[in-house]
């Protein structure tokens, strides 16, 4: 793991045992994630982010909001997958960037506690996870 993947993890870390972020936190993961981490939390504060989890697993996925005006919605987890060009682009490809704006957003409003929550069947799961 490199040092700012570590960094930034031991802040998500403190985010999510608190519900809320600092202006120092904010400070941190904008530094290491710059734009992509301003956009991300544009759709935050848009309620951009959707948990989607399946019952009785309780597994879940992520869809999150993009910010173009199609509002086109991207499967992502936040860790380790997003479906939108970005992710294949800049991470995969290039290894420019540590994550897109989209799995940042999911990570945040996670964190926070500020995802809707949406329940579905395993088998609904199942299904948008096939499409992927
Ligand atoms: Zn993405």
Not at 32 to 46: H, L, M, P, S
Not at 63 to 82: N, P
Request: aromatic content about 10%; some cysteine; overall charge negative.
């Amino acid at each position: 793991m490199s040092t700012s993947t570590a960094v930034a993890e031991s802040v998500w870390q403190a985010i999510e045992s608190t519900h809320s972020v600092t202006d120092d936190q904010l400070f941190i993961l904008n530094f290491i994630f710059g734009k992509n981490f301003e956009r991300a939390t544009r759709i935050v504060d848009q309620g951009g982010v959707r948990r989607i989890s399946g019952h009785s697993s309780g597994r879940s996925v992520f869809q999150v909001v993009g910010e173009s005006r199609r509002k086109e919605e991207y499967m992502c987890f936040a860790e380790h997958y997003c479906a939108c060009y970005s992710f294949f682009y800049d991470i995969v490809n290039k290894g420019e960037q540590l994550c897109c704006k989209h799995q940042l957003a999911a990570r945040l409003a996670a964190s926070t506690g500020t995802c809707i929550d949406v329940k579905v069947s395993d088998e609904e799961l199942a299904l948008l996870l096939a499409k992927l």
